[in-house]
């Protein structure tokens, strides 16, 4: 009965229309950045950054480089924009149109509504980073061919990795995308539980995208550094330990358990303000 209930509050997410709009601002996005770096020097600064690292840019500037570059710029200024206003309105909005009287005098409890609606929500979430990484990486190989390797450097993280084969390059991306899909459940849980307040779908989105922005903003202060793995966006940035060469695991499980624990939270939070709300008046 929940995989029915499931099935049917996935289908009702897909049925209105701002749920594609992270779909089709991703493919142009996607489409505008490998037309940049095809026909024009836009190839420079990747392949002068492989070099000056001591490899050949023939071999690591490739489809698998440009979809790692995609999914690490991309996902966390533009994704979350989408995750934020998809779970901010999935029981706001239902409010706000008077569905929820109708559904709640049904024989099912408020926490198997909330259940099904967030397991909704995390399956978005978590399907939608594939089908970044799925296109971003087709268009990748149409503008440069789907030979060569993997590099990975990010600053931030201190990761810095090199995949020769086309293979181990390609899987590490996809458990690199596993990895941001499980992170970025947890942007779309802050809205979620804001969505089960009293408050507007828009409402809903603008705060949860406030709070990412500020954490982020603040984990960029020099004198915050000592505080860094308490930042809700730096432990979401841990996915990038999945694409080291020999994948530190009691850092990866340390990053989950801790987004973990505040999905939990979050969600607990919302049933709590959702439980005490009147829909009968």
Not at 85 to 108: S, T, W
Not at 125 to 135: A, D, P, S
Not at 196 to 222: E, G, H, S
Request: hydrophobic share 55%; glycine share 8%; with cysteine.
């Amino acid at each position: 009965m929940f995989l029915h209930q499931l099935y049917g509050e996935i289908r009702k997410l897909f049925a209105r229309p701002r749920t594609y709009m992270g779909y089709g601002a991703f493919l142009i996005m996607e489409l505008v950045i490998v037309l940049v770096y095809k026909f024009t020097d836009g190839q420079y600064y990747m392949r002068r950054l492989i070099e000056r690292n001591g490899f050949e840019s023939d071999i690591y500037f490739s489809s698998l480089s440009l979809t790692f570059l995609v999914m690490l710029f991309s996902m966390f200024l533009l994704g979350s924009i989408f995750f934020a206003l998809v779970a901010g309105d999935v029981v706001a909005k239902e409010n706000e149109d008077g569905n929820l009287r109708l559904v709640l005098a049904r024989p099912i409890s408020r926490l198997r509504l909330l259940l099904v609606k967030y397991t909704a929500v995390a399956v978005y979430t978590f399907t939608f980073v594939f089908f970044v990484g799925l296109t971003g990486y087709l268009m990748a190989v149409m503008a440069v061919g789907w030979q060569g390797g993997l590099f990975i450097a990010e600053q931030k993280m201190k990761v810095f990795a090199v995949y020769p084969e086309w293979g181990d390059g390609i899987a590490r991306l996809a458990i690199g995308a596993a990895g941001i899909g499980v992170s970025m459940i947890t942007l779309s849980s802050l809205a979620f539980m804001f969505s089960c307040f009293r408050i507007k779908p828009a409402a809903a989105t603008i705060v949860t995208l406030a709070i990412l922005f500020v954490d982020m903003i603040l984990q960029n202060f020099p004198f915050f550094q000592p505080f860094e793995h308490w930042f809700i966006t730096w432990r979401m940035s841990c996915w990038l330990y999945l694409m080291e060469k020999s994948i530190s695991w009691p850092k990866i499980i340390e990053a989950y358990v801790f987004l973990g624990g505040l999905n939990f939270t979050f969600f607990m939070v919302g049933l709590l303000a959702f439980r005490l709300r009147d829909f009968k008046t």
